[in-house]
């Protein structure tokens, strides 16, 4: 069965700190796998995503990388804001049967405190 | 349109009632899912179109649950006799199908409409 985790469940941490988000999946042969982060009460914001060919993904203070072989994924923030506060997902799409269904984790929830 | 639209935002139904939710896909993308996010869970997939076909509705819970796409753009997701446990927030997607090395490009949500049913 093709499943996807994420640990830890929450993270707390103080301002200013650099922090790693991991998320692994069963079945090495993704598509692709995408990060997104949710608010409280809103929907999906996409943050990065990351072909089944592509070993890592930048954006501003954000990096995902991507090992197939060992089936994770991780989510670098670099020096953490108040604004980082949210839950982060991730999503894995499979090819297999040709289905293409992002299959989501449970998500990170993260808080930063001032 | 610039991003996904859902309509309406929240809808509060008495049990037993028919609600219809709408998703307006991103112009030109072909893929559109449909998810339900129940209070404190993670994100449970229902069903996906490519183009005007669903080639996987694994996801309904139940045949209360039914949902069209016509035009390749428009969807709207029913849900009949609702019941209680149908309380979640219900998010679509949409994404633009590419052959290619790269196949799917990302996928991008709607805000979602927030189901409350009393």
């Given at each position: 069965k093709q499943e996807v985790t994420q640990i830890p469940a929450a993270l707390s941490v103080p301002e200013g700190e650099n922090l790693v988000l991991n998320c692994s999946f069963t079945d090495s042969a993704i598509y692709n796998l995408q990060w997104?982060?949710?608010d409280p009460g809103k929907g999906l914001t996409s943050l990065l995503l990351i072909q089944s060919s592509q070993r890592e993904q930048t954006s501003g203070r954000l990096n995902a990388s991507l090992d197939k072989s060992s089936g994770r994924s991780t989510l670098y923030i670099a020096a953490s804001q108040p604004g980082d506060s949210a839950t982060y997902l991730c999503a894995v799409?499979?090819?297999?049967?040709?289905?293409y269904i992002p299959t989501f984790?449970?998500?990170?929830?993260?808080?930063v405190h001032p | 349109g610039a991003g996904v639209s859902q309509s309406p935002s929240?809808?509060?139904t008495e049990k037993g009632k028919d609600v219809e939710l709408r998703c307006d896909p991103i112009s030109g993308h072909t893929a559109l899912y449909w998810y339900r996010q129940s209070l404190g869970q993670g994100l449970e997939f229902l069903i996906y179109f490519q183009g005007n076909s669903a080639p996987d509705k694994s996801g309904l819970p139940s045949d209360r649950f039914s949902a069209e796409r016509t035009g390749g753009s428009v969807s709207t997701l029913t849900i009949q006799r609702t019941q209680?446990?149908?309380s979640a927030v219900y998010l679509c997607a949409?994404?633009?199908r590419r052959t290619g090395m790269f196949g799917y490009t990302e996928a991008f949500f709607g805000q979602g409409t927030r189901l409350t049913v009393v």
């Open positions: 997104f982060r949710q799409k499979w090819g297999s049967g040709g289905s984790g449970r998500g990170t929830s993260l808080i | 929240n809808k509060v209680q446990e149908d949409s994404s633009l």
